[in-house]
T-cell receptor, first 113, second 114 residues
Framework: KAGVTQTPRYLIKTRGQQVTLSCSPI?????VSWYQQTPGQGLQFLFE???????NKGNFPGRFSGRQFSNSRSEMNVSTLELGDSALYLC????????????FGQGTRLTVV | QQQVKQSPQSLIVQKGGISIINCAYE??????FPWYQQFPGKGPALLIA?????SEKKEGRFTISFNKSAKQFSLHIMDSQPGDSATYFC?????????????FGQGTRLTINP
């Protein structure tokens, strides 16, 4: 069974630009969560999607948004990039409401210059 | 506010020794406590997890001890090996029906000296 796939692995963007990151969950998994990982703040929850609906949201500004498609693939978008958005963005997938195990992808390393 | 505090920030253990990482939480509305292991350049990998109705869970060399009354849980790595050198994160999941949000500790960088 293939794991969680995130693309691209690395991105360099300029301040003010926007970026879209993609996550393909494990086959059969319907829940996708996104996290931001930085050395200073650690791993912080961004949002979770289940069956194309946002089920939970963390404390991030509205510049961070996401969506999920009918095949459970998810995208997150960051608009008007700031230097502080440089981070490793991780996606985690889970099978359903009962199964609580979350499996992470390798992440997308975003650098804002 | 839902927080998980993890200690120590870094830990050095000799090969064959026991590595112990501790976490404490402030909110009782958590129902699932996983530990993740992360190697440089990789995403976190689920190591072992426990629910609050169990006081201890063991999988191979890894054991979680859970103290519900003290709101603390810890990871013990027995017979630590150089390959265990990684960053370890404890986490807790709020008891929200159907939600998969995890609250993470700040991480512990573990180094096993050969």
């Amino acid at each position: 069974k293939a794991g969680v796939t995130q693309t691209p692995r690395y991105l360099i963007k300029t301040r003010g630009q926007q970026v879209t990151l993609s996550c393909s969950p494990i086959s059969g998994h319907r829940s996708v969560s996104w996290y931001q990982q930085t050395p200073g703040q650690g791993l912080q929850f961004l949002f979770e999607y289940f069956s194309e609906t946002q089920r939970n949201k963390g404390n991030f500004p509205g510049r961070f948004s996401g969506r999920q498609f009918s095949n459970s693939r998810s995208e997150m978008n960051v608009s008007t990039l700031e230097l502080g958005d440089s981070a490793l963005y991780l996606c985690a997938s889970s099978s359903d409401r009962v199964n609580t195990e979350a499996f992470f992808g390798q992440g997308t390393r975003l650098t804002v210059v | 506010q839902q927080q998980v505090k993890q200690s120590p920030q870094s830990l050095i253990v000799q090969k064959g020794g026991i590595s112990i990482i501790n976490c404490a939480y402030e909110n009782t509305a958590f129902d699932y406590f996983p530990w993740y292991q992360q190697f440089p350049g990789k995403g976190p990998a689920l190591l072992i997890a426990i629910r609050p109705d169990v006081s201890e869970k063991k999988e191979g060399r890894f054991t979680i001890s859970f103290n519900k009354s003290a709101k603390q849980f810890s990871l013990h790595i027995m017979d630590s090996q150089p390959g265990d050198s990684a960053t370890y994160f404890c986490a807790a999941r709020p008891r929200l029906q159907g939600a998969q949000k995890l609250v993470f500790g700040q991480g512990t960088r573990l180094t096993i000296n050969p």
